[in-house]
């Protein structure tokens, strides 16, 4: 059985930075988790962050990839460098999802590490732009379908094409 990854404030846990949820009703995540499918993962708690936490930001808004560089900084409201915070809790991800042999996430659209398609501007004024966390980066880079909260339709679609080619192994390669 295909298992998702799923950001775990999407599913109710009270791991924002500010010790709130973001909890979806949709019913095809509630499908999913009566069928047992479903790995809850946070980044930023499995990087070591706290709750509650100063909200962080890719500085200049630019994307996770430049922060995976190194060409750029996820930097919390004080203006502290966390970078390494955040990468380490999308390298936990990715391991996590290698453990489950997991070809699809579905991550909090908007956050630092979780974002798919939008993330803040770097400026804390809630401006959004084009761009993907660190944490939906490097699942994609290594082969996995990273999906929004906006798309569990789309993911669900990818989950039965999956399925009905009969991919039960990993599609990218293990270390
Ligand atoms: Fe939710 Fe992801 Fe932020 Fe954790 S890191 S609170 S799972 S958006």
């Known amino acids: 059985m295909q298992r998702i990854l799923v950001s775990a404030c999407l599913l109710g846990e009270q791991v924002r930075y500010d010790g709130s949820h973001k909890r979806s009703r949709h019913p095809i995540l509630q499908q999913w988790v009566a069928e047992?499918?479903?790995?809850?993962?946070c980044p930023e708690l499995s990087g070591g962050?706290?709750?509650p936490r100063l909200p962080a930001e890719i500085a200049s808004g630019e994307g996770g990839e430049k922060v995976l560089q190194r060409q750029t900084s996820v930097v919390d409201s004080s203006g502290a460098d966390v970078s390494h915070t955040f990468i380490v809790g999308a390298q936990n991800a990715l391991r996590i999802a290698r453990l489950h042999e997991i070809h699809i996430a579905v991550l909090k659209e908007g956050?630092?590490?979780?974002?798919?398609?939008?993330?803040?501007d770097g400026s804390f004024k809630g401006h959004l732009v084009a761009g993907q966390g660190v944490t939906a980066t490097l699942l994609r880079i290594s082969g996995i379908f990273v999906f929004s909260e906006m798309e569990f339709n789309d993911a669900h679609n990818m989950l039965l094409h999956l399925e009905a080619d009969g991919i039960a192994s990993p599609i990218f390669h293990k270390p």
């Open 36 to 41: 047992n499918r479903v790995i809850s993962i």
């Open 49 to 51: 962050m706290p709750v």
């Open 111 to 120: 956050s630092p590490s979780c974002g798919s398609h939008q993330v803040y």
